[in-house]
């Protein structure tokens, strides 16, 4: 942290050059009121003080306190604004990184642990550059300084011995911080552990009110609190015994110095306002070797922060985005003999794909829950690290030779879960097509049967949807997810089950009006309803991670396998609807 730290620094000369330069002003300035108390002290006990001087040691006294604050206002405000200039570009900069990382990473992370890092971390980390910065600073030019100034006008003697006790003091913070070091860490943890509880109670409140699980999960989520509190009880117990630890080195340094200070004052060879003036020094020394004593903690906190924020900056999800090419277009799509196993597995879950997949064609994908239907169409999506065994190759070429963004520019994809944003009805369906005009959102519209659903709506277009706004239903929301990929007018348009919540009437509508504009255009259909591919040009059966069955709708229900056993059940129970 500290390399990085230095290199920050080092970029910023002039703010923390400025800093460092007003902060030793100040503490040199610090001094000068102390001794125009020693002198008036002095000058009282020898009665040689006039009014004229006292008017005049005043007025440079108050001069003196004036110039300090303003020195003093100017670095704290210059070194704070940076440290938030800092946090800034660091969030940015994290957020690009979560926005690059693909899937296998957010299976590693849970969402409140990355909030923690994009929250609280960076705060700290801003807080070790700006407060930890401003502390060894200000503590360490003050400390010297007065050290100093008690050495040379003073007495060296008892400068000497009133520092002695504070290399103790150095030594057992070492000790302490190394405790606090794990301590914070397992702090920060159980926080971050408890922030992922909050998200997850506040997603799942309905299923825990229907389940009657609210007893069970308050009690849950109060043994997390009792974690929470247990660490930071013992981080605040070994965090309070460095001022604890501080308190018993300065009293003990200030008790040394003005021992030996009365003894050289018997001796002769300390006045009173030496003596005043020492003690009101060790007073101020005190103050400073508190101040550095805080570093600890901010320090640790820093420490723990920055390799927290790191491991993000760092992660890895193995997904290879080395490819250069540029893709013009999808014209054709092949799988040879592709196997693949996701990285926390040990068995494939797509075995020997063999498929092509040619400009303008609509595939569709069908087969039981588990086959490995998801797990097909997001190799195309570049979400996980690609098979090792066989091919996946776009023109005659292999997927990772192109670049990723090429990929996703042109792939319009609507996956089960539907991820809509707590803003209106035009915004998310122009997160497909940011400039897209009125005329082409009322037409996404259009192709995914939203028109009518829309005219409900209180403000149109501007409806505001999602948390804040009015409540959709499942169906509204798959709807509103297909225009977004549809206003895109993506060359390749993968529907993932993203139909499933709308009636069978609907869907077909849906799939009419896709089939109708995207004549040329390659479209994959994954779905449960036989119905919805009913018109592909090919379907695919899956089953246990391989294709089992091939052909048009037409060829398969000939096949009777398990395309034909399913399109009876369907049939019986769209029958049995009927009838009711
Ligand atoms: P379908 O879409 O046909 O319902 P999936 O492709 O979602 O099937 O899942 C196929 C298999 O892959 C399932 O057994 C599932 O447990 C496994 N699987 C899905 N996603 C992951 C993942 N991220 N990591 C490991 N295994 C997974």
Redesign the pocket.
Known sequence: MLTIFWKYIKKHPYVYGITTFFALLSSILTIVPNYLIQKIIDEMVNHSLTTQNLSQLLWFFFSAILLIYLVDVTWVLLLFSQSYKYQSSLRTNLYKRLLQLR??FY?RFRSGDLMTRMTSDIEFLGDTIGYGFMLIVSNITWALSIFMIMFVTISWQASLLSVLPLFFFAWSVFKLWQKVDTLYEENRDAVANLSNEVLEVVDGVRVMRAYGKKEMEQMHFQTKTTTVLEKANNLMFYSGAVGQVAKIFTGLSTAIGLTFSGYLIGQGQMTVGQLISFQIYLGMLSGSIWGLSDIVLVYQQGNVSFRKVEEILTAEDGVKRNGFDELDSFEAITFSDYSFT????TLP?LEKINLQLKKGETLGVV??????????I?QLLRQ?PLATQGKLQINQKDIQCYKVNDLEKRIGYVP?EHILFSRDVAHNIRFGKTFATQAEILEAIQTADFTKDLEQMPDGLATLIGEKGVAISGGQKQRIAIARAFIRQPELLIL??SLSAVDAKTEQTIITNIQKMRQNQTTII?THRLSAVAKAHKVIV?EH?QITEMGTPTELLAKKGWYYQQYLNQQLEENVDANL
């Open positions: 899937t296998p299976e996701y990285p926390n597995n879950t087969g039981p829950t588990g086959s490995g239907k998801t797990t097909f997001r996980y089960q993932d089950d994954v899956m991670g």
